[in-house]
Every structure is written in C-alpha cells, then in structure tokens.
C-alpha cells in the first residue's frame, strides 16, 4: 500500500510561481513512477507530468512544458512539481499519483487527497 501526501497549493497571480510536493510512503515507494495529474472545475481529471522511478525519464502534457518541471527525492521520498509562468487556466486541484509500472500510466493505482492550486488573472 502506498500513501500520498501533497502539500505546496495556494494562491498565485499569473506569472508567478508555486512549488507542490508529495511525500510517498510504503514498501519499495522509491521504485514506483509518480505523476502529478489535475482537475479543474466541471473538467475531467487530466495527466500533467511524471517521472520514472530513476528520474531518467520525464514527460509533460504539452500545456506545460517549458513552465512545469517534475523531479523526485528518492532519499526523501518525494515528488516535486515546479510550475513557473502560471496562468489562471493552471487553476486546478492537483492530485499526485504512484504506480508500479516504469512511466505513470494514464490512470495510477494510487492517488493523494489533492491540493488547491488557484491562478488569479
């Protein structure tokens, strides 16, 4: 069983900057890919980045990238998400994801609570 915890949300002006993180426990937690995925209201739930369990590999949906970085902490157990240049459609609950697989799937066995990411224009 793996537990997720995000924490970093709030509230932003457009062009500025958050960082979100996620500490992951569990047997083996370190060998699972993570993501981070988000929902926006009356919108589904969408993929937003992941890495694989050695972050050598990476990928972002294409509305992010050059703004969004995602890295992990295996020491810590952590996933991070750096988003830079943000946009009140970033506006969103952002939700951080775990799976046994090399690349996060589409849709993760495991999931966090969420945390509140809101972009003011």
């Known amino acids: 069983q793996v537990q997720l915890v995000e924490s970093g949300g709030g509230l932003v002006q457009a062009g500025g900057s958050l960082r979100l993180s996620c500490a992951a426990s569990?047997?083996?937690?370190?060998?699972?890919?993570l993501g981070w995925f988000r929902q926006a209201p009356g919108k589904a739930r969408e993929f937003v980045a992941g890495i694989s369990w050695s972050a050598g590999s990476t990928r972002y949906v294409d509305s992010v990238k050059g703004r969004f970085t995602i890295s992990r902490e295996n020491a810590k157990n952590t996933v991070y998400l750096q988003m830079t240049s943000l946009k009140p459609e970033d506006t969103a609950v952002y939700y951080c994801?775990?799976?046994?697989?090399?690349?996060?799937?589409?849709?993760?066995?495991?999931w966090g609570q969420g945390t509140q990411v809101t972009v003011s224009s």
């Open positions: 994801a775990a799976d046994r697989t090399l690349i996060i799937p589409n849709t993760p066995t495991y």
């Open positions: 569990g047997r083996l937690v370190s060998s699972y890919s």
